[in-house]
Structures are given as structure tokens and as C-alpha cells.
T-cell receptor, first 116, second 113 residues
Framework: GAVVSQHPSRVICKSGTSVKIECRSL??????MFWYRQFPKQSLMLMAT?????????EQGVEKDKFLINHASLTLSTLTVTSAHPEDSSFYIC????????????FGPGTRLTVT | AQSVSQHNHHVILSEAASLELGCNYS??????LFWYVQYPGQHLQLLLK??????LVKGIKGFEAEFIKSKFSFNLRKPSVQWSDTAEYFC???????????FGTGTKLQVIP
């Protein structure tokens, strides 16, 4: 159990367009979902934390108007990269947790975004 | 600020060699600790975790880690590695009662047959 999926796995878009990435918990209800960004040869950087039914909490330096996060249900969170630019090209990973605090996170396979 | 540091960026071992990957964290108060593994082409998977209790934690695939509070360390060990252990290993820490998990920069392990 505890499977998290992401869609799409890869996406290429033109500069200025918006891209939506979905994160789903397939066999459990995710009270909390997390969005990370991974740069080449670097670790995962937490972008934001979202609890179902609440506004996402963004980490310092992450533009909330650029990276829109919606956690409308206990099994789905979406990340929309608005007006994408080449510097937004990265590997985006989501994770989901059954509990709000002190719980294990289950990771999705990630989405490779390339902005041309 | 909370931080996690992994000392080794790239480790190369022969099969059957013993492994120890270092991890140090900087947190005040209680802390939850994790080791995740990312096999080539796959997503992150949990190897083991420490929340409380016995500081020697056993995980999957023969891995174990020891929480040494006085040293702020949570090193990962395996007595005899296999080629299939080739992967990237991430140490992570979470302040007790908080959701945010901070990851280390990762260690790439290459096991030579």
C-alpha cells in the first residue's frame, strides 16, 4: 500500500505557458501533501506543504503566485507552474502523508518539466 | 536553521564490502530521522526511520542506522553490500511535531560486482 502517482511523468512546454502536474495517493487518504523540486546533483528542496482543504504553506523564496497548489481532496493535489520560464525547468516530486505530524511521507515518481 | 549534511557524495565499493554513510543533523529539540533510497530510474523509497525508542534501527534489505544523540548523527550501515544496492541514498530529518522534512544532499553509492 501507500502508492503515490504523478502525472505527467514528463512535460515540455513553451515559455509563457502554464503547466499542471497532478499528484494522487492511490490507496490511502493523504491528509498532507508536499511538493519538492530537485535540481541536478542536488537534494530535494521543499517548495510547499498543503493540507486538504487549506491553503498551502510555501517555503521562503517560493513564489506562491507562480507555483499554484490546490489540495481539493484527500487523494489529489495539483501544482500549476504559471507563465513558465526556462529557469523553471526541473524535476518536481510530490509526497503524501497520512497524518499531519511526525508521519512517513510516500513519494511519487516525479515529473520532469522542460520549458523551451 | 535546520540542516542535514551527508559527508560522502559518491562512494564506490566492491560487493561484500561493508558500508557506512554519514549523516549529521542540526535541530533543536526532538527529531525524527529517515533514510531514503532512490534506485536508478525509480522514485524515493523509505529504507528506515527513527522516531523514538531503540536508537539502533533496522530497515529493509539488511540496512540499519544508529541514532547517536550526543553526536547529532544517524549513520547508515550495511555489513555486506550487493550490486543491487547501487543507488542514491538520502538522509532526512524532521523536527518533532512538525511536518517539514529537510533532506541531505544525497550520497551516490556504486557497488562494483
Amino acid at each position: 500500500g501507500a502508492v503515490v502517482s504523478q502525472h505527467p511523468s514528463r512535460v515540455i512546454c513553451k515559455s509563457g505557458t502554464s503547466v499542471k502536474i497532478e499528484c494522487r495517493s492511490l490507496d490511502f487518504q493523504a491528509t498532507t501533501m508536499f511538493w519538492y523540486r530537485q535540481f541536478p546533483k542536488q537534494s530535494l528542496m521543499l517548495m510547499a506543504t498543503s493540507n486538504e482543504g487549506s491553503k498551502a504553506t510555501y517555503e521562503q523564496g517560493v513564489e506562491k503566485d507562480k507555483f499554484l497548489i490546490n489540495h481539493a481532496s484527500l487523494t489529489l493535489s495539483t501544482l500549476t507552474v504559471t507563465s513558465a520560464h526556462p529557469e523553471d525547468s526541473s524535476f518536481y516530486i510530490c509526497s503524501a502523508s497520512r497524518q499531519r505530524e511526525g508521519a512517513e511521507q510516500y513519494f511519487g515518481p516525479g515529473t520532469r518539466l522542460t520549458v523551451t | 536553521a535546520q540542516s542535514v549534511s551527508q559527508h560522502n557524495h559518491h562512494v564506490i565499493l566492491s560487493e561484500a564490502a561493508s558500508l557506512e554513510l554519514g549523516c549529521n543533523y542540526s535541530y533543536g529539540g526532538t527529531v525524527n530521522l529517515f533514510w531514503y533510497v532512490q534506485y536508478p530510474g525509480q522514485h524515493l523509497q523509505l529504507l528506515l526511520k527513527y522516531f523514538s525508542g531503540d536508537p539502533l534501527v533496522k530497515g529493509i534489505k539488511g540496512f540499519e542506522a544508529e541514532f547517536i544523540k550526543s553526536k547529532f548523527s544517524f549513520n547508515l550501515r550495511k555489513p555486506s553490500v550487493q550490486w543491487s544496492d547501487t543507488a542514491e541514498y538520502f538522509c532526512a530529518a524532521q523536527g518533532g511535531g512538525y511536518q517539514k522534512v529537510t533532506f541531505g544532499t544525497g550520497t551516490k553509492l556504486q557497488v562494483i560486482p
